[in-house]
């Protein structure tokens, strides 16, 4: 064997080690589930979903399903202070459009009104969540969730959970993260999430 040959075995060998050892796998997934992973009495706005993919491409939600969830909330703010908590709205929360909702057990009148929201889970569902469904599975590599800018919103959505499902919705191994608490005395507004 001559000096070339040699060489270019051993190229190719330590390309092959590089890639097996930098391939990332991400995890196929069809729904995203937002819940509390404490069992305190706190509620979760989702004011902004972004589902990024492994190759950078941003995925659109088509659905929104839950347990204890609301179901609608109101154009303005003014609509909903006027409301009591939990009253029938005249959006649609389906994880698209946007709306003004109250917590569970805030009569009509009073504030505060939390908004704008495209999920809403109120502080009395402590087995809640939202399933947040995509238009068709996605290596998933990244989310942002964002929530509204009022600082109990940011506050409750330290220790909320995100798990990714496949498309027969079984949890996927090793896709759950937390959102962590926050060192500063209010958190930020959007939190990055790598599933990598």
């Known amino acids: 064997m001559n000096t ?12 092959v ?6 391939w990332t796998k991400y ?11 404490d069992s305190e009495s706190k509620y979760i706005a989702v004011n902004n979903l972004e589902i ?13 399903e839950g347990k204890l969830k609301y179901d ?23 994880g698209k459009n946007l709306g003004y909702v109250k917590d569970a057990n805030i ?27 995509l238009g068709c599975s996605a290596k998933v590599a990244k989310i942002n969730i964002k929530s509204p800018e009022d600082d109990i919103s940011r506050n409750n959505m330290q220790r909320v959970k995100i798990v990714l499902l496949d498309k027969d919705k079984n ?12 060192s500063n005395a209010i958190p930020q507004t959007i939190h990055h999430i790598s599933f990598v």
Do not use: C, M, W
């Not at 070339?4 to 390309?15: D, H, K, M, N, V």
């Not at 996927?172 to 608490?181: R, T, Y």
């Open 4 to 15: 070339q040959t040699i060489f270019a075995g051993t190229l190719l060998i330590i390309l």
């Open 17 to 22: 080690l590089i890639v097996v050892f930098t």
């Open 27 to 37: 995890p196929n997934a069809k729904y995203i589930v937002i819940s509390r992973s």
């Open 52 to 64: 990024i993919d492994h190759h950078g491409g941003n995925r659109e939600i088509i659905a929104l």
């Open 72 to 94: 609608t909330a109101f154009a303005n703010t003014t609509a909903a202070k006027a409301a009591a908590g939990q009253a029938v709205g005249d959006i649609i929360l389906n």
């Open 107 to 133: 009569a009509a009148g009073a504030d505060p009104t939390i908004g704008p929201v495209i999920g809403f889970l109120p502080s009395t569902a402590a087995n809640g969540y939202l399933l947040f469904s």
């Open 171 to 182: 949890p996927i191994k090793g896709a759950e993260q937390i959102i962590p608490v926050s």
